[in-house]
C-alpha cells in the first residue's frame, strides 16, 4: 500500500487504538463545540468554513458540507472559499485513511471483507480507482464508501489524495459560485442543511427499522 501504511503495521496495536480515538475525540469535539455555539455558528470566520471540514468529512459524514459553503459564497470569492475548504478536507481524508486502516485490520471483521461482494466491488474499484474517486468526489454521489475501497483495495495514500484535490476543489468553487449568485437566505440554508442530514442518514434509519422489526417478529 506504500511505506506509510507499512510504518504503519508495525506500531503496537494500543498505539493505533490510541491513534484512532485520538482522532475521533478530535473530530467529535470539533462538532459539540460548533453545534452548542450559536456564535460559531453564524461566524463568517473562514477559520470555521476550514475546521469545519473535519466533522463534515470524517468517516461518514454527520452533518453536511455543502450548505456551508453556500453560507460562505455569499461573504467570500467562489476561489477563497475553495482554496480554504480544499487543505481541510484533504487532511481529514488522509485521517479517514488511517481510521479505516484501523477498522478493516480489525480480526473480528476479517471474514467481511473475504466475502465475495466486497471482493468483486474492490476488482471493479480496481478498474479505474483513479476516475472512480474523481466521478464520485465531483458528483453528488455519497462518497463515504470510497473511503473504505481506498484501504480495501490498497490504493496509496497520494494518489487518493490527488484525486480528492482534483475533485473536491472545482465542486468547492461550484457551491460557493452559487452561494455567491443567488444569495440564499439563512433560513433555507438550516432548511437545506437539516434536509441533507435526513438524507444522509436515511439509510441508517432503514437499517435500525428493519432490526426492530425482526426483533419485534422474534418476540411474537
Given at each position: 500500500?506504500?511505506?506509510?501504511?507499512?510504518?504503519?503495521?508495525?506500531?503496537?496495536?494500543?498505539?493505533?487504538?490510541?491513534?484512532?480515538?485520538?482522532?475521533?475525540?478530535?473530530?467529535?469535539?470539533?462538532?459539540?463545540?460548533?453545534?452548542?455555539?450559536?456564535?460559531?455558528?453564524?461566524?463568517?470566520?473562514?477559520?470555521?468554513?476550514?475546521?469545519?471540514?473535519?466533522?463534515?468529512?470524517?468517516?461518514?459524514?454527520?452533518?453536511?458540507?455543502?450548505?456551508?459553503?453556500?453560507?460562505?459564497?455569499?461573504?467570500?470569492?467562489?476561489?477563497?472559499?475553495?482554496?480554504?475548504?480544499?487543505?481541510?478536507?484533504?487532511?481529514?481524508?488522509?485521517?479517514?485513511?488511517?481510521?479505516?486502516?484501523?477498522?478493516?485490520?480489525?480480526?473480528?471483521?476479517?471474514?467481511?471483507?473475504?466475502?465475495?461482494?466486497?471482493?468483486?466491488?474492490?476488482?471493479?474499484?480496481?478498474?479505474?480507482?483513479?476516475?472512480?474517486?474523481?466521478?464520485?468526489?465531483?458528483?453528488?454521489?455519497?462518497?463515504?464508501?470510497?473511503?473504505?475501497?481506498?484501504?480495501?483495495?490498497?490504493?496509496?495514500?497520494?494518489?487518493?489524495?490527488?484525486?480528492?484535490?482534483?475533485?473536491?476543489?472545482?465542486?468547492f468553487v461550484i457551491f460557493a459560485y452559487v452561494g455567491y449568485?443567488i444569495q440564499i437566505s439563512d433560513f433555507l440554508l438550516i432548511?437545506?442543511?437539516?434536509?441533507?442530514?435526513?438524507?444522509?442518514?436515511?439509510?441508517?434509519?432503514?437499517?435500525?427499522?428493519?432490526?426492530?422489526?425482526?426483533?419485534?417478529?422474534?418476540?411474537?
Amino acid at each position: 500500500m506504500g511505506p506509510e501504511s507499512n510504518q504503519e503495521s508495525k506500531y503496537p496495536s494500543w498505539i493505533k487504538t490510541f491513534l484512532f480515538a485520538l482522532q475521533l475525540s478530535f473530530v467529535l469535539g470539533l462538532l459539540i463545540v460548533w453545534v452548542t455555539s450559536k456564535s460559531l455558528q453564524e461566524s463568517k470566520s473562514l477559520w470555521i468554513l476550514f475546521f469545519y471540514s473535519f466533522p463534515s468529512e470524517f468517516l461518514i459524514a454527520t452533518v453536511p458540507h455543502e450548505p456551508v459553503l453556500l453560507y460562505f459564497g455569499k461573504f467570500y470569492h467562489p476561489l477563497t472559499v475553495a482554496l480554504v475548504a480544499i487543505p481541510s478536507t484533504a487532511l481529514t481524508e488522509m485521517l479517514n485513511y488511517s481510521a479505516f486502516k484501523y477498522i478493516t485490520d480489525l480480526k473480528i471483521l476479517t471474514q467481511l471483507w473475504k466475502k465475495r461482494a466486497v471482493q468483486k466491488t474492490v476488482q471493479f474499484f480496481n478498474k479505474a480507482p483513479f476516475l472512480t474517486l474523481w466521478v464520485v468526489g465531483f458528483t453528488p454521489i455519497p462518497f463515504y464508501p470510497m473511503r473504505f475501497l481506498v484501504v480495501l483495495a490498497k490504493y496509496p495514500m497520494t494518489r487518493y489524495i490527488a484525486a480528492i484535490f482534483l475533485s473536491r476543489f472545482p465542486r468547492f468553487v461550484i457551491f460557493a459560485y452559487v452561494g455567491y449568485k443567488i444569495q440564499i437566505s439563512d433560513f433555507l440554508l438550516i432548511a437545506l442543511f437539516f434536509i441533507l442530514i435526513v438524507i444522509a442518514n436515511i439509510s441508517i434509519m432503514k437499517a435500525l427499522r428493519t432490526k426492530k422489526g425482526k426483533g419485534t417478529n422474534h418476540d411474537n
